[in-house]
C-alpha cells in the first residue's frame, strides 16, 4: 500500500522536476539568507549560506574541490562541511580546510584568499553539505546572487532580511529564462524578501560571446538608506550616493610632490601651442613610460595611487594612470575629469544599479574643443583620441567636482577608423605564385597587430609569426623582404610590407591553370554553430578591409574565366568581390566590413548567409589557358 | 689542552663564518649601462649577468652546515615585452629560513639610477601549491634600461640542489659558483660544455661555472625545451659525511619500498577488494590491475594541500582522498590482495627534467608509476583520465627509478612495448550527389591507445564547446561548410577492462566547398578529406633534439566512387612517398600515398608511422618532410571530366 502512496507522491514531483542524469553533478540545494541588522548608525550584515551537491556520476571527481573566496571586506565564519553517503547513511566531515591567498596572471598582488578544502569519500550518489557565514564588512558591498551556474541547481534561493527601518534594493538580471518565485513576508521588526527559482541549467561559457553576466540569470541587492530620529540617511539610494563615496575615496589621493610630475608635463608640452596636440603628447607619455600592474588591496582597490608616486615608480594600475593623466592635463589647464567606468565585460548601467558592481575599470576624459576624449593609457598602443576598444558602448561616470557628475556613453568607434588597405602584386613564374604585398594598419586593426606581434610572438621568427597570424595562401607560403613603417608611432597606419613564394598554390589541371586571386581568406571560419549555440557573438570593433589584387597574366597565356561579380550586403556586415580585365592585368576589389559589435541570436542565419556567400566567392578562381 | 683546541677550532670556525661570500657580495657602486651589439638589441630583453651562489658553511652549533643561495641578476628590457616579463619579481620563501637581504634597482639610458622601495616588498601567502612568496614590482623601469636584482636567503640545510642556467632570452654571462669549504660535495652540469673550474673564494674551496652567450631558449615543436635547458645539480654533505649516489637511490628504494610494498592488509582494503572483484576468481592480472584502477579513480580524489593526514593509509581510505603520493599505497594494499605483483617507478615529466640515474636529487623524482611485469604495462596513479596501458606519453623515454617488492631497485628506459600502441585506422566512402553538387563522405574509424584515451576522456570530460570541437576533430577538421549527416561513437567509457580497446566513430558528413565548378569538369580537393595538416616549419638551426608526443600510426582506405560517365584526371598528386631510415637502416617514419582504379573506383591508401617517438636531431631535415607530406597531400586535387 505505502509503494502505491509513493508512486503517487512520486508523479508531480518528476513532471514539474528536471531529473539531470546526463549530468556529473548538481546541487540539489544553494540557499542564501542575508540578515541585515542596524544599531547605532552601524550595520551588522552576515550572509548564512547553505549548499547541497550530489554526484550523478564518478566520471568527475574534481567537483570535490571547494573554495570559497573572499576579500579584506568580507569575512568567513563557522565552515561546517561534510560528505553524506545515503546508501551507507555515512557522514564523513571535512577536517581540513586550509586559507590561501588569491594569485594569477592579471592581478599582480591582490589581498584576496580563499578557504580550500576537499570533500573526502566522493563517488557517484555522495552528496555534499556545506554551510558557512559571510560577515560583510562593508555595507556598500552586499553582492548579488547567481541563481544559475555552471552545474545544475534543484533549489536555488535568495532570502533577505533587514529592520523596517532600513531600505534595499534589488535588480534582476536575465531571470525571464527561469521561473522566479518572490515573496515578502514580515515580523514585528524585519522584512524579509524571498527569492526561489527551481531546477536551473547549469551554464557554459561560449567563445567569442559576452561575458557570463550577459545570460545568468541573477540578482544584484544593494541597501538603499536607513531612518534614525527620523531622519533618512543614504547608503546607495541613487547614482549620487555612489559618486559621493567614490569622491570621499579620490579626497584620500596623495596629491603632494607633484613637482617632478609637472616638470615632465611642461617639459614635453612647452613646445606644442594646441590643447589637442599637448593632450596628445601627455597620453602618449604614459601610454609609453607607465608599465601596467594590477594591484588589489582593500580600499587600495578603490584610491588611486598619487601621480607623484607613479611617475617616480613608473608603474600603476588603471586608478593610477588615470589619475596621473589627470594631474598632468590640469596642469596645462586641459580640462580634464576622473572616469568610472565598466568594461564591456560587465553589463550594468549606472541607471539601473548604483553601486560598485557596474565599474571595474577607470580611465581620463578630456573636454577639447566641445569634445570629449576618453583616455584608456592601459591600452598602450591605442592612438589618442580612441577609446580601449573593450569600453566601447560603456556609461562613463566623470567625476566633475565634488557634487556634480556626469555620465556619457564611449561611442562605438566607426569601421572607418579600423580600416586595413591591402595592395598586391601577383605574378606567376614556373607553376610558383610570386606576391608583393603591402598592408596599412589603423585603428583597432594595428593596435591588435602590434600587441600581439610584441607579446604574443615569443621566439618565432618574423616570417613564422607572419605565416601563422596572416595564414596567407597555403601552408607552404614562403616570407621575404618583411620590413614595418609605423610600428612605434600611433597615429599613423602601420605599413607592412613583405614579398611572398607559394608553392603547390594553382592548380594544374589539363591544359588549364587554375589560381585563385583570394590569397587572405579573412573570416571564412567565423560561421556559428547553430545548433547548439546558446549566447550572441561578441565582436571586439568594427572594421573595414579594402583589398586590390593585380594579376599578371604569364606570357602565352590568356584568362578563359573570369570570376563574376558577388556580394553580400547587409547594414551590419557584407563584402564584395568583383574582377576587371585591363590588359594583361587582371585587377580584383575586395571590400570587407563589419559594422556591429554584436550578432545577436536571431540573427545567426543571415550572418552564416553572409560568411557562407563569402566562402563561395573565396572559391572562385581564374582560369589561364595557352593562347 | 683540549680546551685550548676547542678554542681554536672555534676561533677558526668563526673566522670563516666572517667570511661568507655572500657577506662581502655586492653590485657595482656606480652602475653604467652594459655595452651591448645591435643583435641584441633587437630582442626583447637579454641578461647581461644570471649569477647563482650556492654556499654551504660548516656550522660550530650543529652538524648541519648553513646554506645561504645568493641570486644576482641583471636584465636590459628593449620592448615593453621585455619589461613585462622583468618588472615584478616572485622570490620564493620555501625552505627559506631568513631573507638576508633583497635589493633592487633600475639604470635608465640616461643613467639615472632608481632604488627599489624596501616598503614596496609585499608578502603573499600560499599561493596554489608553491608555498610563500616575497613580491615586488621594479621601480622606475624605461624601454632600454637596466633591471638589476641582487638577494640573499639563508634556507633550510639540504643536501642537494639544482639550478637552471638558460632561460627563455639570451644570458650573456651565466655563472654558478659553489662553495662548499672543506665539506665533501658533488657539482655537474648539463648541456654544456663549459667545465667548472676550482677555485678559493676567501680562502674556501669553491666551484665556478661560467657560460657566455648562452641563446635563448625556444619553443619547438616536437620537442622538450623546458627540459633542455643549461642545468646545474649538486649536493653538499654534513662534516665528515660522503654519500655515494648508489647509497641514496638505496635509500630511496628501501624507503619507498617499506611504505608501498604492505606486509598486511588493512580491512578497509580487504573490504573494497572484495567489490572490486565481486566474487570473480579466474581474473588475470591485467583485469584485477584494471578493476583496481578503475575502482581507484572512481573513489578517490587526489589532493594538493598541505594536509599530512593525505599520506596517512587509514585517513586515505576512509576519506578517500588521498595525496599523489598517498594513493600509491592504496594501489599498493588493493594489489597485494589481488596477489598481482608489482614495481613501484620514480621518473619524471620528459617535458619538464630529463631524469638522471648518476646523479640523485630529489626535484628529479616527480612522477610515480606502477608497473606491472608480467604484463609489461603501467599505471599512473595520478592521470585521472589514463587507464592501465602503455607509460604515459609525458614520462615515455625518460629513465626511470624501478623499486620492486623486495626493495630491490634497477633503472630503466621507460619505452611502450608496443610500438603500434597509439594507431588510426580509417576507411572512408565518398561519393557526389545531384551531379557534383555535393560531396558526402561515409568514415568509419578506430583509434587505439593514446589517441583513444584522449577521445574518450574529452568526450566524458570536457565542455560541450570542448565537445563540438573535438566532433569537428573526428569528422574532418578544415571543411568551412562540412554538414554533421550522422555521427555514432562506440567504446566511449573512460572504464575499460581489454587491453587497447579502440574508440570507433562512425559519421557521414556532405560538404559543397570540396567540390568546384571548372567549366565542363568538376575538381574535388580530395586532399582536404584528411583533415587540415599543419606544416612543420624551421627558418633558423633547428635547437631541441626530436621528440614526438607518442609514437603512432595511421591507416587510411578512402574509396571514392566515380560516377557514370565521367573519367578522372590529376591523380598522380595522389602519389607520395617520404620516409625516414634510421641508423641501423629502419625505416622509423614514413608517409606513403598511393592509389588504385578498379573499375569506377579509385581506391587511395594512405600509410603514415613513426615506430619511435625520439627522432636524430642532425636528420631533422628527413623527419621533416615526413611530417609535411601529410599537408602536402592536402593539397592533392582531382578532376572529374564528362566522357564524351
Redesign the interface.
Known amino acids: 500500500m505505502s509503494k502505491y502512496f509513493f508512486f503517487f507522491l512520486l508523479v508531480p514531483f518528476l513532471c514539474i522536476s528536471q531529473d539531470f542524469s546526463d549530468d556529473d553533478y548538481i546541487y540539489l540545494k544553494r540557499h542564501e539568507h542575508i540578515k541585515i541588522s542596524l544599531s547605532d548608525d552601524k550595520f551588522d550584515i552576515v550572509q548564512n549560506i547553505t549548499e547541497q551537491g550530489k554526484f550523478i556520476s564518478s566520471k568527475n571527481l574534481y567537483y570535490a574541490n571547494e573554495s570559497i573566496g573572499y576579500s579584506s571586506f568580507s569575512e568567513i565564519k563557522d565552515i561546517e562541511a561534510f560528505t553524506y553517503i545515503p546508501s551507507t547513511d555515512k557522514r564523513i566531515e571535512v577536517d581540513y580546510i586550509e586559507t590561501k591567498q588569491e594569485f594569477d596572471n592579471m592581478i599582480f598582488y591582490s589581498d584576496d584568499e580563499y578557504k580550500s578544502f576537499i570533500f573526502p569519500a566522493v563517488a557517484k550518489g555522495a552528496e555534499t553539505h556545506l554551510n558557512y557565514k559571510r560577515i560583510i564588512k562593508e555595507p556598500r558591498f552586499l553582492g548579488g546572487f547567481n541563481f544559475a551556474i555552471h552545474v545544475p541547481t534543484k533549489s536555488a534561493q535568495l532570502s533577505v532580511e533587514f529592520p523596517k527601518n532600513v531600505e534595499i534594493g534589488y535588480v534582476e538580471f536575465n531571470t525571464e529564462s527561469i521561473k522566479l518565485e518572490f515573496k515578502k513576508e514580515e515580523t514585528a521588526t524585519s522584512n524579509i524578501y524571498t527569492w526561489n527559482a527551481y531546477d536551473t541549467d547549469g551554464y557554459e561559457g561560449e567563445d567569442d560571446s559576452e561575458a557570463a553576466m550577459y545570460y545568468l540569470p541573477h540578482m544584484l541587492l544593494y541597501i538603499k538608506s536607513y531612518e534614525t530620529n527620523d531622519k533618512k540617511v543614504n547608503i546607495l539610494n541613487d547614482l549620487s550616493d555612489l559618486y559621493k563615496w567614490y569622491v570621499s575615496l579620490i579626497d584620500q589621493v596623495d596629491t603632494d610632490s607633484l613637482e617632478n610630475v609637472y616638470k615632465i608635463t611642461d617639459e614635453i608640452t612647452s613646445s606644442l601651442d594646441s590643447k589637442e596636440d599637448k593632450a596628445k603628447a601627455i597620453f602618449e607619455w604614459v601610454q609609453n613610460n607607465i608599465n601596467y600592474i594590477a594591484f588589489g588591496d582593500g580600499y587600495g582597490g578603490f584610491i588611486p595611487t598619487g601621480a607623484a608616486s607613479t611617475c617616480e615608480t613608473r608603474y600603476g594600475d588603471c586608478k593610477a594612470m588615470s589619475n596621473l593623466l589627470y594631474e598632468m592635463l590640469n596642469h596645462v589647464d586641459i580640462e580634464a575629469y576622473r572616469t568610472w567606468i565598466g568594461s564591456r565585460n560587465k553589463p550594468y548601467s549606472y541607471y539601473k544599479v548604483p553601486t560598485t558592481s557596474v565599474d571595474d575599470h577607470m580611465i581620463t576624459a578630456a573636454i577639447i574643443e566641445n569634445d570629449t576624449i576618453f583616455l584608456d593609457a592601459t591600452d598602450s598602443y591605442v592612438p589618442f583620441g580612441m577609446p580601449s576598444a573593450f569600453i566601447q558602448t560603456k556609461e562613463a561616470l566623470m567625476g566633475i567636482d565634488d557634487k556634480n557628475f556626469k555620465i556619457i556613453k564611449v561611442p562605438i568607434q566607426k569601421s572607418s577608423q579600423s580600416k586595413t588597405t591591402i595592395t598586391s602584386n601577383i605574378t606567376l613564374e614556373n607553376s610558383t605564385v610570386k606576391v608583393s604585398e603591402k598592408r596599412a594598419l589603423q585603428g583597432y586593426d594595428k593596435v591588435e597587430f602590434v600587441s600581439d606581434y610584441i607579446y604574443k610572438k615569443d621566439s618565432k621568427t618574423e616570417e613564422e609569426y607572419l605565416n601563422t597570424t596572416l595564414a596567407l595562401g597555403n601552408n607552404k607560403t614562403n616570407y621575404t623582404n618583411i620590413s614595418k613603417t609605423n610600428f612605434d608611432n600611433k597615429g599613423i597606419p602601420l605599413i607592412l610590407e613583405y614579398d611572398l613564394d607559394i608553392d603547390s598554390y594553382t592548380r594544374n589541371i589539363g591544359n588549364k591553370i587554375y589560381i585563385n586571386l583570394n590569397i587572405d581568406r579573412s573570416l571564412s571560419n567565423s560561421d556559428v554553430e547553430i545548433k547548439d549555440r546558446k549566447y550572441s557573438k561578441k565582436i571586439d570593433y568594427q572594421f573595414e578591409r579594402d583589398f586590390t589584387t593585380n594579376f599578371q597574366i604569364p606570357e602565352g597565356y590568356y584568362a578563359s574565366y573570369i570570376p563574376d561579380e558577388i556580394s553580400f550586403e547587409d547594414p551590419n556586415y557584407g563584402f564584395k568581390i568583383s574582377y576587371a580585365r585591363n590588359g594583361s592585368v587582371i585587377t580584383q576589389s575586395k571590400s570587407i566590413y563589419i559594422k556591429t559589435l554584436s550578432v545577436k541570436k536571431d540573427g545567426f542565419e543571415n550572418w552564416n548567409r553572409f560568411i557562407k556567400s563569402l566562402r563561395k566567392a573565396y572559391k572562385k578562381s581564374i582560369i589561364l589557358e595557352q593562347i | 689542552m683540549i680546551k685550548k683546541i676547542a678554542f681554536i677550532a672555534l676561533l677558526i670556525s668563526t673566522t670563516s663564518s666572517f667570511a661568507q661570500h655572500f657577506r662581502t657580495y655586492d653590485w657595482e657602486k656606480n652602475p653604467k649601462l652594459h655595452e651591448i651589439n645591435k643583435e641584441e638589441q633587437k630582442e626583447?630583453s637579454i641578461a647581461i649577468l644570471k649569477k647563482h651562489i650556492v654556499e654551504y658553511v660548516s656550522n660550530v652549533i650543529s652538524p648541519e652546515p648553513k646554506l645561504y643561495e645568493t641570486e644576482h641578476t641583471i636584465i636590459r628590457v628593449n620592448?615593453?615585452?621585455g619589461?613585462?616579463q622583468h618588472?615584478?619579481v616572485y622570490i620564493p620563501m620555501y625552505e627559506v629560513r631568513k631573507v638576508v637581504n633583497i635589493k633592487a634597482r633600475t639604470i635608465s639610458p640616461s643613467g639615472k639610477v632608481?632604488l627599489l622601495?624596501q616598503d614596496?616588498i609585499?608578502e603573499?601567502?600560499?599561493?596554489?601549491e608553491y608555498g610563500d612568496f616575497k613580491?615586488f614590482?621594479?621601480?622606475?623601469?624605461?624601454?632600454n634600461s637596466e633591471i638589476e636584482v641582487l638577494y640573499t636567503v639563508e634556507k633550510n640545510y639540504e643536501i642537494y640542489g639544482s639550478q637552471t642556467l638558460q632561460a627563455?632570452y639570451k644570458v650573456k654571462e651565466a655563472q654558478f659558483l659553489f662553495i662548499t669549504g672543506k665539506l665533501e660535495s658533488n657539482v655537474k652540469a648539463y648541456r654544456t660544455l663549459e667545465t667548472f673550474e676550482e677555485v678559493k673564494i676567501n680562502g674556501d674551496n669553491a666551484q665556478l661555472l661560467t657560460i657566455k652567450d648562452i641563446p635563448?631558449?625556444?619553443?619547438e615543436e616536437y620537442a622538450t625545451p623546458k627540459a633542455n635547458n643549461i642545468a646545474v645539480v649538486y649536493q653538499c654533505f654534513t662534516e665528515g659525511q660522503n654519500i655515494t649516489q648508489n647509497m641514496f637511490w638505496t635509500n630511496v628504494s628501501n624507503n619507498v619500498g617499506r611504505q608501498f610494498f604492505p606486509e598486511t592488509i588493512v580491512s578497509q582494503a580487504t573490504e573494497d577488494v572484495n567489490k572490486i572483484v565481486e566474487g570473480k576468481t579466474d581474473l588475470t592480472n591485467f583485469k584485477k590491475a584494471a578493476l583496481v584502477d578503475i575502482f581507484i579513480k572512481?573513489?578517490?580524489?587526489i589532493?594538493k594541500?598541505?594536509?599530512q593526514?593525505l599520506s596517512d593509509l587509514n585517513y586515505i581510505l576512509?576519506?578517500?582522498?588521498s595525496s599523489d603520493y598517498g594513493i600509491l599505497k592504496v594501489y599498493g594494499q588493493y594489489l597485494k590482495a589481488l596477489d598481482v605483483e608489482f614495481e613501484i617507478v620514480i621518473t619524471a615529466n620528459r617535458f619538464l627534467t630529463k631524469f638522471d640515474p648518476e646523479f640523485f636529487v630529489p626535484g628529479m623524482l616527480r612522477d610515480f608509476l606502477i608497473y606491472i611485469p608480467s604484463e609489461k604495462k603501467y599505471i599512473a596513479p595520478d592521470r585521472?583520465e589514463g587507464r592501465i596501458g602503455e607509460a604515459p606519453f609525458n614520462i615515455l623515454g625518460n629513465y626511470g627509478l624501478f623499486i620492486s617488492s623486495d626493495f630491490e631497485h634497477y633503472f630503466s628506459k621507460i619505452i611502450q612495448e608496443d610500438p603500434d600502441y597509439s594507431r588510426i585506422r580509417r576507411d572512408m566512402n565518398i561519393s557526389f550527389n545531384n551531379d557534383f553538387e555535393s560531396v558526402k563522405i561515409e568514415q568509419d574509424q578506430d583509434y587505439y591507445g593514446h589517441w583513444s584515451e584522449t577521445s574518450r576522456a574529452v568526450l566524458?570530460?570536457s565542455?560541450?564547446?570542448g565537445i563540438?570541437e573535438y566532433k569537428d576533430y573526428l569528422t574532418g577538421s578544415g571543411i568551412?561548410?562540412k554538414e554533421i549527416l550522422s555521427y555514432e561513437a562506440f567504446n566511449t567509457d573512460?572504464n575499460q577492462l581489454e587491453y587497447n580497446i579502440p574508440f570507433k566513430v562512425k559519421t557521414t558528413i556532405s560538404s559543397e566547398?570540396l567540390l568546384?565548378d571548372?567549366?565542363d569538369?568538376y575538381?574535388f580537393q580530395i586532399g582536404l578529406v584528411i583533415g587540415t595538416q599543419?606544416?612543420l616549419?624551421q627558418?633558423?638551426e633547428r635547437i631541441n633534439p626530436i621528440e614526438m608526443i607518442y609514437p603512432n600510426r595511421y591507416n587510411y582506405e578512402i574509396i571514392v566512387n566515380i560516377p557514370e560517365g565521367y573519367s578522372v584526371?590529376?591523380l598522380e598528386s595522389l602519389i607520395i612517398d617520404k620516409s625516414y631510415v634510421a641508423r641501423n637502416g629502419e625505416k622509423t617514419a614514413k608517409f606513403e600515398s598511393n592509389y588504385k582504379l578498379e573499375k569506377n573506383k579509385i581506391v587511395i591508401t594512405i600509410e603514415e608511422y613513426y615506430k619511435t617517438h625520439e627522432f636524430d636531431l642532425n636528420r631533422y631535415e628527413e623527419f621533416r618532410e615526413v611530417i609535411n607530406a601529410a599537408?602536402?597531400f592536402?593539397?592533392a586535387?582531382i578532376?572529374f571530366?564528362a566522357v564524351e
Not at chain 2, 603573499?124 to 596554489?128: D, M, R, W
Not at chain 2, 614590482?137 to 624601454?143: D, F, N, P, R, T
Request: net charge negative; aromatic share 4%; charged share 25%.
Open positions: 626583447s620592448d615593453d615585452n619589461i613585462a618588472n615584478t632608481v622601495n614596496n609585499k603573499v601567502s600560499n599561493v596554489e613580491i614590482a621594479i621601480e622606475g623601469v624605461e624601454l627563455n635563448g631558449m625556444v619553443e572512481s573513489n578517490y580524489t589532493v594541500n598541505n594536509n593526514e576512509t576519506n578517500r582522498s585521472f566524458s570530460l565542455t560541450e564547446q563540438t568551412e561548410d573512460m566547398e568546384e571548372a567549366g569538369s575538381i599543419s606544416e616549419y627558418e633558423t584526371e590529376g599537408s602536402d592536402n593539397k586535387a578532376l571530366k
